[in-house]
C-alpha cells in the first residue's frame, strides 16, 4: 500500500520538475544557484531526449508501482492525469525538437542583458 502512494509521489514530483525546467529560467536569472540547478537540469533532459532515455523518476515510478501490485488500480485519478501531461503522446523527433526550443528559450533568457 505505502508504494502506491510512493509512486504517486514521484509522479508528482516529476511533474514538477518539468514545470521547473519550463519556468525555472526566470527565477534562475535572479537566483544564481537555482540557475545552476536549472541549466544542469535542462542539459540532462537534452541528453535523456537526444539518446531517448527513460528519466530516472520513471525508473522509480515503474518501479514502486510494480511494488505495490496488490492495489486495486494501477494508479491514482491524480496519476493517472498527471501522466497524460508528464508522458505526452507525440513523435519523439517532436519532443527533441520542443526540448531543444526549450533550451534555447532559456539560454536566450540567462543571456539576455535585458532591462530588470
Not at 49 to 63: A, K, N, Q
Not at 96 to 104: D, E, G, I, R
Request: proline share 3%; with cysteine.
Amino acid at each position: 500500500m505505502p508504494y502506491g502512494y510512493l509512486a504517486d509521489a514521484a509522479v508528482a514530483i516529476h511533474f514538477l520538475w518539468i514545470l521547473f525546467l519550463i519556468s525555472g529560467g526566470w527565477w534562475g536569472r535572479r537566483i544564481r544557484w537555482v540557475g545552476r540547478i536549472h541549466l544542469a537540469g535542462l542539459a540532462f533532459a537534452c541528453l535523456v531526449e537526444g539518446f531517448d532515455w527513460y528519466c530516472p523518476l520513471t525508473h522509480l515510478e515503474v518501479w514502486l508501482r510494480n511494488k505495490g501490485m496488490r492495489a486495486a488500480y494501477a494508479e491514482s485519478f491524480l496519476t493517472h492525469y498527471l501522466n497524460g501531461i508528464i508522458y505526452i503522446d507525440l513523435p519523439h523527433p517532436l519532443i527533441v525538437v520542443l526540448t531543444l526550443a526549450l533550451c534555447a528559450v532559456n539560454a536566450w533568457l540567462y543571456l539576455h542583458k535585458g532591462k530588470r
